[in-house]
């Protein structure tokens, strides 16, 4: 079995879409920090997501959100313009949590907080 668990921050809005049959779906990509104090670099890794979980993201998650994340990864190559060999780190989640709330409380989490 393949696992990974991921922590940062949304780089951009999520999407979202349903299809034909009325599943929702929604990606979105998470900036982690790699590297070290002295020489930091950055990796983005796409997540993926559907049904329950693509409507919290939906709902809570938008850019600079930070997450934890769980899920299931595989990498990709592809040609990008310069017509140079690429790879991109894909993670299909299956557990999602939220580090810091960027998004108002809603009246049912009034009594909760």
Not at 6 to 31: C, M, R
Not at 71 to 78: D, H, L, M, Q
Request: with cysteine.
């Amino acid at each position: 079995m393949k696992k990974m668990i991921i922590t940062g921050n949304l780089d951009h809005d999520p999407e979202w879409y349903t299809d034909k049959n009325y599943n929702q779906y929604a990606t979105f990509s998470v900036v982690v920090r790699v590297g070290s104090k002295d020489d930091p670099k950055t990796d983005c890794v796409h997540i993926n997501c559907n049904g329950r979980l693509s409507v919290i993201v939906r709902l809570y998650l938008k850019k600079g959100s930070k997450v934890l994340i769980e899920g299931y990864p595989t990498v990709e190559a592809s040609i990008n313009k310069e017509n140079e060999a690429v790879a991109s780190l894909h993670l299909f989640a299956n557990s999602l949590e939220i580090l810091k709330r960027d998004y108002e409380l809603l009246p049912s989490d009034s009594a909760v907080a």
